[in-house]
């Protein structure tokens, strides 16, 4: 056998090994969890502004098989899930206008967990876009405080009112997680900048709910009027009972509160859809977060929110949250 035929056949293997590399499927995905699924008109709503003021805001990531997919995101079953916190300064209500994050707005954002990011941002990225991106989701309010003792029952009936919401994310400042340690605390960041959080004006109550329940209805985002996403919510890969062990587990010294509200996550058909092959390519070239920052604001993003957009999401049974993006 010849030294060019030899050459060829090991080039050949190795640019297959390297398309499965990139093009395997995700490992791990999982089926939505066991919900008994409520119908709306089986429950009452009542005015969420008749609640208390949150303590905390719980954010849940990476719920949904689609946006699992579409972001490429690896799932381990033996880890806790993406779980970050929102202030309280983001719940804003339908018809508010959000203000689009300037530069040194989203730098500030990032100083308050890392100075010296925010020093690298300063010198490199002056005029940081915030790729502004929108998320519909099912939110749920605690309507009695949590023990730890509840959280281990088996047979515990968590007492919840159900809410939707805009979970707005500054995509650039989540970005500068990848990488670290602290990847879901830059998430939080990301979505703590004011009014980033639209909620529904009514909180729906279940007369009959069960440890697994949930109302089993479609979620929507229209931008500009066109729909970005839609899909149900008996799609989700963990029940509230589920999340709310998570939560626990991560802030272990924070005591679950009546009023306290959890986001479930979104669907998939976000803006920063990216396809998994340039992930694991981005992954294998050695990228770090502000390589990886600079290709995705070098790249399109027509698809992210900008001043003047007029995003709106909707729940089956529930009014619509609309909000419009200004400077």
Not at 10 to 31: E, H, K, M, Q, T
Not at 184 to 211: N, R
Request: glycine fraction near 8%; include cysteine.
């Amino acid at each position: 056998m010849s030294i060019k035929l030899i050459v060829l056949m090991a080039a050949l293997v190795f640019l297959v090994g390297l398309a499965y590399s990139l093009f395997r499927p995700l490992p791990n995905i999982p089926p939505p969890a066991a919900f008994t699924c409520l119908e709306i008109k089986d429950g009452v709503f009542i005015p969420t502004d008749s609640l208390p003021q949150p303590q905390n805001i719980y954010g849940m990531g990476l719920t949904y098989r689609q946006h699992l997919v579409e972001t490429a995101a690896e799932y381990d079953p033996g880890a806790l899930p993406p779980i970050f916190k929102k202030k309280q300064h983001t719940v804003t209500g339908n018809g508010s206008k959000v203000k689009f994050p300037a530069a040194e707005d989203l730098i500030a954002a990032a100083g308050e967990l890392e100075a010296e990011v925010a020093e690298k941002l300063s010198a490199d990225f002056k005029n940081l876009s915030p790729l502004l991106d929108y998320e519909v989701e099912l939110g749920f309010v605690l309507l009695e405080a949590i023990s730890e003792k509840d959280l281990l029952d088996e047979s515990f009936v968590p007492q919840l009112g159900f809410f939707i919401a805009n979970d707005l994310s500054a995509r650039s400042v989540g970005l500068l997680g990848e990488g670290t340690d602290i990847r879901y605390e830059y998430w939080g960041v990301s979505k703590s900048f004011p009014g980033f959080l639209p909620l529904s004006e009514k909180i729906w109550i279940p007369d009959s709910p069960t440890s697994n329940s949930i109302p089993c209805i479609r979620i929507e985002t229209y931008v500009n009027g066109k729909v970005r996403q839609s899909q149900t919510t008996d799609n989700m890969i963990f029940t509230p009972l589920e999340m709310l062990r998570f939560i626990h587990q991560k802030y272990s010294d924070t005591p679950l509160r009546k009023g306290d509200m959890v986001l479930t996550g979104t669907p998939g058909g976000v803006a920063i859809s990216t396809p998994k092959a340039l992930v694991r390519l981005s992954n294998l070239l050695g990228f770090g977060r502000y390589k990886k920052l600079s290709a995705k604001l070098g790249g399109d993003q027509s698809s992210f929110l900008k001043v003047g957009d007029v995003v709106e999401v909707r729940g089956e049974g529930f009014d619509g949250v609309s909000v419009e993006i200004v400077f």
